[in-house]
Nanobody, 115 residues
Framework: QVQLVESGGGLVQPGGSLRLSCAAS????????MGWYRQAPGMQRELVAI???????NYADSVKGRFTISRDNAKNTVYLQMNSLEPKDTAVYYC?????????WGQGTQVTVSS
């Protein structure tokens, strides 16, 4: 499995922005899907955004227009730009990569949106 390391979480006020990064240990050959998930205390993990090896993206309705997923293939890194953050965005954010039937997960990074 590929190793994924997230960074960029922290404490931010409502309306603020954060940029999360997910660095992969190696380049993946072929078709893959990478995604950002989040899990708030007492809640199920939910999908936030995905990006395919072909560059297609999809977003949860709750973050459309505010979050942007992107990648830098040369750096083996995927990003999640989060703007107009709201308290309900508070969660641990996880990076995921799926290749075929194989899933890899990062350790998670905490995002807290609070006054």
């Amino acid at each position: 499995q590929v190793q994924l390391v997230e960074s960029g979480g922290g404490l931010v006020q409502p309306g603020g922005s954060l940029r999360l990064s997910c660095a992969a240990s190696e380049r993946i050959i072929g078709i893959y899907v990478m995604g950002w998930y989040r899990q708030a205390p007492g809640m199920q993990r939910e999908l936030v955004a995905i990006i395919t090896s072909g560059g297609s993206t999809n977003y949860a309705d709750s973050v459309k227009g505010r979050f942007t997923i992107s990648r830098d293939n040369a750096k083996n890194t995927v990003y999640l730009q989060m703007n107009s953050l709201e308290p309900k965005d508070t969660a641990v954010y996880y990076c995921n990569r799926r290749v075929g039937v194989n899933d890899s997960w990062g350790q998670g990074t905490q995002v807290t949106v609070s006054s």
